[in-house]
């Protein structure tokens, strides 16, 4: 198993860099795995990953793009609710690689 | 990932020169202990890997006739030797089919041939070392069982079963690839590949009854495990997730609606991909499939359609009568399948495409469509290569490439065909099918769309195209990714049924 | 002496080619299918299978598809060895059959036509690259075996004019358990031996292909799995 190490504290991580244990997560490591993605989170890269979480935290699985776009959309305004806001935030498409900062598992399958 | 490149189109779509060794080493995710013996494969690489790995493949050799002949019979006359995408793509020699067979040739040879156990040199034989072990698993990674050399073999040899064969060796003795088998272990945990559990499925459906509220006024339906439906709607899982996959879905059920058809999808059995059929694994592939059979025996449905899913339409029409009993003419003592056989309704097809219902809909002139709806597309179709090549639809063979095509002209006005000797039987993989849709491949998934991106540039530069349609979450997923790398935009690829949500006419009903 | 060698090489290249090929034809055929897997689009019916084996066996129309230098090449091969062998039946009937009679002149050059087909074949082998890449020492040989059959046969025919009528009573005679002695002729020595070594390696190399065809599923196998169901006996097991 892969780890990574963040201000002294050590993650583990799976072959991709997803973190194993979902309860670790903080914002330092979503910080850093944002910085080897070649992002630079700002005040709306945080408002997706916040709604991630929650999401995550209520169905156990990440949110369809659809679902998301449309939870963004209602609570942020409309004019960001479009799957093209969110790949601009996370060129490799929201579902995984908004996912790998959130700390949430990959999504698997033919996505 | 950014530094993933397109490889440049070729002036003259020749055969290209070899360069050896240029995929050698790349490797997919193995995948670890817990993901394997959750599916009952071992751990880890086991100690006695030679002897089991060998016993294996004697195994297999006496279960199936497609192996033992393919194996035999080859006579390295090259006729495969450039139908590869991923050779094409990669120009790795061992990528040619027949080198890509010849890995577990030499291999067989040397422990189940006269001449290979006497002669080893002489007819290409090989010890199986650690070497040769892992050349397997690099290069039976690099295959994506697209069928499309068998369509040029003389003998019919198919490089889809000797890839399944060796996946399954390799897993037999635990050195699989995670990406599948994570997968699979998550079908079986949560009822689809994505691991969508089924309150979050319901939120989304609901989510989705909304979304087409709003957009048309019509209450359209996405009905989920009701007793009593008529009709089994088992759809890929991106299909409820990704996009453009979820528009398609939103086609299905408009469909459904303006037939008035009542249907559901089942929240056990949400997923119609078996990626059991990818690692060659005859009991995953069945117990995958039998969930399907439990829901519908369950659910008391007398109609099975399936979604837009090129390798689960092969299972489904090929395999799951087999399997589960999902079909017609099971023999009167066969009681396993009469049991389900008996609740079908055979006035029609079991299992049915989503395209087949839709096709059969509008020559009954159950549907009604505004053309213009769709105006703003210029279309072609991509054949998915497990449905063009393992499957069928319609009373005739060839109707898997007709009804799509029929159906997208009887939505929409502008159509146009790519190269004709990359369509139909001859059609290009996707470059991300039979298990290789993950990131770790994201190189060969690139190379590999070569011959598909080419001529696809050719539609776009001569006749404007800016739709791909495709009935396959594969190369939906496939296409969206790797689709800018070639400079195209991510959304020129979408499904059939994407399109008759456009020009669908649903009254109010 | 030569004689006797010679068809005791016969005898045993013969029960090699019989026993071994029916070894391997039952092998397949007992080894089963468990899974539909005929490359579609396939025939629906029985009647379209067997038409499509023949297409394939007699026309090579995959191979047409893919590659007309193989095709072109390969099918003359082929078609002129087998009108080579119908042609030599002549030396094993007595009295010969009226149609072995009547494509005798065809089979004449049916030689010159074998030998354009297997040099062009060995020709792609040597200088295509792919095609050399895969090849391994024994597919070269086989085709230096055949293109010795074939030259030695030519030889023969239109250059030193073998005793034909000897040759025909040596056959003739062994195949009856009576000895005759086989003309002394080296080229005669060299075909003959070459012929029973293709014989003697046919069950054990890539010459299977040629019974292999006939069980290859994805081409034998009627496309309609909706219709009736299709189950091994192994696969049916489980469901108990």
């Known amino acids: 198993m892969a780890t990574i190490e963040v201000s002294g504290k050590t993650y583990e991580t799976d072959e991709e860099g997803y973190l194993v244990n979902l309860g670790e997560w903080d914002m330092d490591v979503a910080n850093y795995i944002a910085t080897t993605e070649s992002i630079s989170m700002t005040e709306q890269h945080w408002e997706v990953i916040n709604f991630l979480r929650e999401y995550f935290e209520e169905y156990q699985i990440a949110p369809a793009v659809r679902v998301l776009t449309k939870a963004i959309g209602k609570k942020l305004g409309a004019e960001k609710g479009t799957s093209e806001y969110l790949y601009a935030l996370y060129p490799y498409g929201p579902g995984k690689q908004a996912c790998k900062i959130a700390g949430l598992p990959k999504p698997t399958g033919c996505v | ?509 | 002496m030569v004689s006797t060698l010679f068809a005791i090489l016969f005898y045993l290249a013969t029960l090699m080619l019989v026993v071994g090929l029916l070894y391997r034809i039952n092998t397949y055929a007992r080894t089963p299918a468990p899974l539909k897997i005929p490359t579609t689009p396939a025939p629906t019916t029985q009647t379209g299978v067997v038409l499509r084996m023949a297409r394939e066996v007699v026309f090579f129309e995959s191979l047409f598809k893919a590659n007309l230098w193989i095709w072109s090449m390969g099918w003359l091969f082929h078609a002129s060895l087998a009108l080579e062998l119908a042609r030599h039946l002549r030396y094993f009937t007595e009295p010969v059959w009226g149609w072995v009679a009547l494509i005798q002149p065809f089979g004449m050059y049916a030689g010159l036509t074998m030998l354009i087909g297997l040099l062009g074949l060995w020709v792609r082998r040597l200088f295509v690259e792919r095609i050399r890449y895969i090849s391994t020492p024994s597919d070269h040989l086989m085709l230096v075996l055949l293109i010795g059959i074939a030259l030695s046969g030519l030889t023969m025919t239109f250059v030193t004019h073998a005793d034909v009528v000897g040759v025909k009573n040596f056959f003739i005679s062994w195949m009856g358990f009576s000895s005759a002695s086989l003309p002394a002729d080296i080229i005669l020595y060299f075909h003959l031996f070459g012929v029973a070594s293709l014989m003697a390696i046919f069950p054990i190399s890539k010459l299977l292909h040629a019974p292999g065809v006939f069980f290859s599923p994805s081409r034998n196998q009627t496309d309609n799995p909706r219709e009736k169901r299709h189950i091994a006996k192994w696969a049916s097991d489980l469901e108990n």
């Open chain 2, 1 to 509: 990932m950014a530094d993933v490149v397109a490889p440049p189109y070729r002036v003259i779509p020749i055969i290209p020169a070899l360069i050896p060794g240029s995929m050698e080493g790349l490797k997919p995710f193995v995948a670890n202990d817990k993901i394997n013996t959750a599916i009952g494969f071992p751990g880890e690489l086991v100690e006695d890997w030679h002897d089991k790995a060998i016993a294996k493949m004697g195994e297999l050799l006496s279960k199936y006739r497609s192996l033992k002949v393919y194996m035999d019979a080859c006579v390295h006359c090259g006729a495969c030797s450039d139908k590869c995408h991923y050779f094409i793509g990669t120009q790795d020699p061992k990528n040619m089919p027949v080198a890509r067979q010849d890995l577990m040739r030499s291999v067989y040879r040397r422990y189940f041939t006269l001449p290979g156990k006497l002669f080893p040199k002489l007819v290409g034989a090989r010890d199986l070392t650690k070497e040769v072990l892992d050349e397997w698993y690099s290069y039976f990674h690099q295959c994506s069982e697209c069928r499309r050399c068998s369509v040029f073999c003389p003998y019919g040899i198919d490089t889809a079963e000797v890839t399944m064969a060796a996946r399954e060796i390799l897993d037999s003795i635990g050195y699989g690839q995670k990406y599948s088998n994570e997968i699979i272990g998550k079908v079986h945990r949560i009822g689809n590949n994505l691991g969508l559990p089924g309150p979050a499925l319901r939120d989304t459906l609901e989510g989705l009854e909304e979304d087409v509220k709003d957009a048309t006024g019509v209450d359209v339906r996405f009905p989920m495990d009701v007793k009593g439906a008529e009709v089994l709607l088992i759809t890929p899982s991106a299909d409820f997730f990704a996009e453009p996959h979820i528009d398609s879905l939103i086609g299905y059920a408009k469909v459904f609606h303006a037939t008035g058809t009542s249907w559901t999808l089942s929240s056990m059995a949400s997923e119609a991909g078996n990626f059991g059929m990818f690692i060659g694994n005859y009991d995953q592939l069945r117990q995958i499939a039998l969930r399907i059979r439990e829901v519908a025996l369950e659910l008391g449905v007398k109609r099975i359609v399936v979604g837009e899913c090129g390798h689960a339409w092969r299972v489904a029409y090929s395999f799951w009568n087999t399997l589960t009993g999902v079909g017609d003419g099971a023999d009167e003592t066969d009681r396993f399948a009469q049991m389900l056989q008996k609740q079908l309704d055979h006035r029609y097809k079991q299992p049915m495409h989503i395209c087949e219902f839709t096709w059969d809909a509008i020559e009954r002139g159950a549907l009604q469509f505004d053309k213009s709806k769709n105006d703003k597309h210029i279309i072609t179709f991509h054949d998915s290569c497990n449905v063009a090549r393992g499957s069928r639809m319609g009373d005739f063979a060839g109707g898997q490439f007709e009804i799509p095509r029929n159906i997208i002209k009887t939505v929409a006005n502008n159509f146009y065909e790519m190269a004709p000797e990359t369509t139909c039987e001859q059609t290009f993989c996707c470059g991300g099918g039979g298990g290789l849709l993950t990131d770790d491949l994201i190189d060969l998934r690139v190379k590999g769309a070569l011959p598909r991106m080419e001529v696809l540039q050719q539609v776009v530069d001569e006749h404007g195209v800016n739709f791909m349609a495709t009935i396959c979450a594969i190369c939906k997923a496939q296409f969206t990714k790797v689709l800018p790398i070639y400079g195209f935009d991510r959304r020129l690829v979408g499904g059939v049924h994407q399109l008759v949500s456009n020009a669908i006419i649903l009254g109010d009903k």
